[in-house]
């Protein structure tokens, strides 16, 4: 019989809207910029078997549904966006191809829509250099020849961005030279706003980061691709397709949910669909990703 999760199965085909949590004097938001199809070959080590036993990870056109856009962690006026969508643009899906269809765009706009204004952005820091999450830190605002954030640095794990030649394939020469005269290299426990420190998570690429935000009694771990899909909680032996490193992937994952299963500790997947914000409880019968109710 195919799990559930606590009747919130439709929540996992379907992309997140705008979500909030208050955490102590920080407020952290998701903004959606799009979204994207993750084949079931996303996860090469699934079977057909797999996905016959977990329908509900899988949507009518047979495909993981991952939300696309960034986090605003907002503290005493100031504000950070972690990763910056896919930007306005979109890619139709390829046979063969473990990355469906794919667009972007709203990132701007559903900002506005929260009251906030890009200029206000003082940093963008990036969980890894991979074009879903550098969207709108290099391509212009439509029909300008302005970027997004005007006043903003791009915060990049050292080992990311001095191996920026290794993902390659998975960003243009042209993104790497609009990003470069705006990067300020972070290193692991750094503190890089109030409250938000650096975490190495390698493996989904070289320097992949994830940023661990404290405040109040609460901590939240934005994981950034270390996971695509809350199905990898519960096997984190399950690496994605385009994971530079697949066996240190497994490590930073098994380490992070080892992180979130401790108390007082949420988790930010920003492709698990409609279950992005989460607690870990290995304790469960069920699926151990259990949505916060925001």
């Known amino acids: 019989m195919a799990k559930s999760i606590s009747g919130l199965d439709e929540r996992l085909r379907r992309t997140s809207p705008v979500r909030s949590i208050q955490m102590g004097d920080t407020t952290v938001t998701y903004v959606p910029d799009g979204a994207a199809q993750l084949t079931p070959r ?18 009518t056109t047979g495909n ?15 504000s950070l966006l972690i990763d910056a969508g896919f930007g306005p643009c979109s890619l139709s899906a390829e046979a063969g191809r473990p990355l469906g269809a794919i667009h972007g765009g709203d990132l701007l706009d559903n900002l506005t829509a929260l009251g906030r204004r890009p200029e206000d952005v003082e940093a963008v820091a990036i969980t890894h250099l991979h074009t879903d999450h550098i969207g709108w830190a290099w ?12 006043d903003a640095g791009y915060l990049v794990a050292e080992p990311e ?11 243009s ?27 190495p998570t390698p493996g989904h690429t070289p320097g992949h980061t994830a940023y661990v935000i404290g405040s109040g ?34 490590d930073s994952r098994r380490r992070l949910i080892a992180e979130m299963a401790e108390p007082g500790t949420i988790g930010f997947g920003v492709h698990f669909a409609d279950v992005i914000f989460g607690r870990v409880d290995p304790r469960a019968e069920g699926p151990a990703w259990q949505p916060c109710r925001v």
């Open 42 to 59: 996303w996860l090469p080590a699934t079977t057909d078997e797999v996905w016959a036993a977990h329908p509900e990870y899988l949507d």
């Open 64 to 78: 993981m549904v991952a939300s696309i856009g960034g986090l605003l962690v907002e503290h005493d006026g100031r």
């Open 139 to 150: 391509q212009p605002v439509p029909g300008t020849d302005r970027l997004a954030f005007p």
């Open 161 to 171: 961005w001095s191996g920026r030649h290794l993902v390659k394939a998975h960003i």
């Open 173 to 199: 020469p042209r993104a790497l030279d609009v990003l470069e005269p705006r990067v300020r290299m972070v290193g692991e426990g750094e503190e890089i706003f109030p409250g938000v420190h650096v975490m």
């Open 217 to 250: 009694d609460l901590r939240l771990i934005a994981f950034g691709d270390a996971m695509h899909s809350p199905i990898q909680i519960d096997h984190p032996e399950w690496s994605a397709a385009p994971d530079y490193d697949p066996k240190q992937s497994e």
